[in-house]
RNA sequence: GCCAGCGUAGCUCAGCGGCAGAGCAAUUCUUUCGUAAAGAAUAGGCCGUCGGUUCAAAUCCGACCGCUGGCUCCA
């Protein structure tokens, strides 16, 4: 790939200036990835200021029209020459590079003169095949040296680069475009949630309006639920630490738990979790082969204590509100079951014109200690996950070590307006945590069976899922969803009472009157700008008539309607949603 | 938690050792308006918090709190 050789080469040059701009840097690894590259340093120590500095040190090397070239050095030849160069990170690498024999080789790249670095290959012959003006330093950050957190951090530098000035452009151009739709500035601007430094960090409160959108959302799933046999249970927010022993989320999770000792001294966690409540509410009688399955969700808050630094927005918080459902049955009932919440997830997810992507999310047979409960278990809950999706003939990607430790899933991935792809809906199959709580019923010859249990959430987490639709709608929400779907704007205060007497025979909406002593052109100018998806513009032409003046956002004036006729079409509108 | 950057009015930001500033928003008054910003006046501040340097700190230094972007983590 060419432009594979493009970006690597651009990371080259990228060493080949912090070499000459800090002398005393040490050399980590310079990877193509998605858009650009990055290289690791150490003792680099910069900022964003630094970079155009930076930049211009890579043209004006590029511009010596410099060959890359790579030549194959005995390992012992490479590790003393990185040993002079006080290089302990490309010592690691060659090490890792496992040579068998003293005569293995290894790449060695060089950039004319001025750098020369350890690298398996893949560059443009010579700097001056480079496209100056298609790329870009993009931002500085801090990385752990392999991705370890207990190894050193180094000064990370990303870079953008194109085959051509326009894709470069264009991208910027996309990145703009995310900025402007970003959660965060949107959902402060449209009034939809708020932070306080006194409640603390990650845990979003949501205003009027936000929490109108949640309730809409959530009823929606709760719709598609109630028509499959779901039950609505309700569970407090602490249990005993002793049920998350039991379930292994203790041992698994203690650092993230939020845990409470009450003052006669006993221990309390804040659930992380709903299942095991969940669970306590199946076990609280025996089950007969005759009564599964049995289906309960609960909308309701968890607690992580995330840490600080992982925070952000909407997108990861330390109070996740998980539109939870797990589902108990035979085994012979699993397939069924994991169908009906797979059509749930379709259904819900083509409403918001979020296509969707699947991951298959299985356990690291490499590491089995991250896993509870035993391999034939594993074995066959992946068997039927597997089968399902072949049944349903849906290609997916296979992510291994991804699965929960109780069990594997499958994760939904939506792709937005902009192309991004985010996690969402997961379904899980779970054999383990019904060995740990020993959940039977009587099967049909009287024995006990094992409980098979599904863990299901069509959003996830609903703040997560309101910072993509905000991001994939840049705020103009569907009419159903909007907090506010009309505003009664009349031309002066004339027409107020007017104004009133319509709202009033449109209550079964989301109505505001905007009344205020302002110009007509400001009050349009506020509405078009909070997203509001009809402005009713009223002054004495409509009060005569009985008419209202629609103006559709986006879309400026549509015309004078009879108000009964506008109520109408705002009815189907919204029907056709759900 | 780690690395880097940033915290000044409700919001967006200027000021960067010597009296705390602008636009928008708010309030009051004027205006009564026809499809994306009417005009005037008023009010609004522990310059994130605590400590240090200095004759003098929003400004320099340190710690903490918070935010942003990464890294690590994510049931």
């Known amino acids: 790939m060419e432009i594979e050789y493009i970006r690597h080469s651009f990371a080259h040059v ?101 750098f020369l670095d350890l690298c398996r290959g893949g560059h443009v012959k010579n700097t001056k095949e480079l496209p100056l003006d298609a790329f870009k330093l993009a931002k500085v950050a801090g990385a752990y040296w392999r991705g370890d957190e207990k190894n050193p951090m180094l000064t990370r530098i990303y870079g ?13 151009h996309t990145l703009q475009e995310a900025e402007k739709r970003d959660h965060k500035k949107l959902g402060a601007e449209l009034d939809l949630f708020t932070f306080s430094e006194l409640v603390g960090p990650g845990l979003p409160l949501f205003t009027p309006k936000g929490t109108i959108v949640r309730d809409l959302l959530d009823d929606f799933v709760w719709s598609l639920r109630r028509k499959h046999g779901y039950q609505r249970v309700d569970i407090p927010h602490i249990a005993k630490k002793e049920l998350y022993e039991t379930s292994g989320h203790w041992d698994k999770f203690k650092n993230e738990l939020f845990r409470i000792t009450t003052r006669e001294g006993h221990e ?34 968890i607690y992580r204590d995330e840490q600080t630094g992982e925070l952000s927005g909407l997108t990861r918080v330390r109070s996740i ?95 937005d307006s902009l192309g991004r792809q985010w996690q969402v809906a997961t379904i899980q199959l779970d054999l383990n945590m019904p060995k740990r709580f020993n959940l039977t019923f009587t099967n049909e010859q009287g024995g006990q069976s094992q409980i098979f249990m599904i863990h299901a959430a069509i959003m996830g987490a609903i703040e997560r899922f309101l910072s993509i639709l905000i991001e994939h709608y840049a705020g103009a929400f569907p009419l159903w969803l909007a907090p506010e779907q009309i505003w009664i704007v009349p031309v002066s205060d004339k027409w107020n009472g007017y104004a009133k007497s319509l709202a009033a025979k449109l209550n079964r909406f989301r109505v505001n009157i905007q009344d205020e002593n302002e110009t007509l052109g400001k009050k349009i100018r506020e509405g078009e700008m909070q997203k509001i998806p009809y402005l009713l513009i009223v002054g004495e032409k409509e009060q005569q008539t009985g ?28 029907q056709k949603y759900l």
Not at 160 to 170: H, V
Not at 296 to 301: D, L, N, V
């Open 321 to 415: 509100t998980q539109d939870d459902a797990h589902v108990f049955c035979g085994m012979g009932q699993t397939e069924r079951e994991i169908k009906i919440i797979w059509e749930i997830i379709d259904t819900f997810y083509s409403a918001f014109n979020l296509s969707l992507k699947l991951r298959m999310s299985l356990r690291d047979p490499k590491k089995p200690k991250q896993y509870l409960g035993d391999k034939k278990n594993w074995d066959d809950a992946e068997t039927i996950l597997m089968k399902i999706a072949k049944e349903k003939n849906v290609a997916y990607v296979e992510a291994r070590g991804e699965a929960a430790f109780y069990g594997p899933k499958l994760d939904f991935m939506a792709t």
């Open 547 to 574: 008419t209202v003046s629609v103006r559709k956002r986006g879309k400026g004036n549509m015309g004078q309607m009879r108000l009964e006729e506008f109520s109408r079409k705002v009815a189907e509108e919204i």
């Open 14 to 114: 990228l060493a080949a200036a912090v070499k000459k701009l800090f002398p005393k840097a040490q050399f980590g690894i310079g990877p193509v990835i998605e858009n650009g590259f990055y290289y690791d340093f150490k003792n680099v120590k910069m900022a964003d200021q630094d970079m155009p500095k930076i930049e211009q040190e890579m043209r004006s090397i590029a511009s010596q029209n410099l060959a890359f070239k790579k030549e194959l050095w005995p390992a012992s030849k490479a590790t003393a020459h990185f040993k002079k160069l006080k290089q302990p990170f490309k010592l690691e690498l060659i090490k890792e590079l496992g040579m068998k024999d003293k005569k293995s080789k290894v790449g060695m790249v060089s950039t004319g003169d001025v």
């Open 268 to 301: 309390f966690v804040v659930k992380p979790m709903n299942c095991p409540h969940h669970i306590q509410i199946f076990n609280r009688r025996k089950w007969s082969f005759r009564d599964l399955p049995q289906r309960y969700a609960s909308t309701t808050k």
């Open 160 to 172: 953008l680069a194109f085959a051509t000035r326009k894709e470069l452009d264009q991208h910027l």
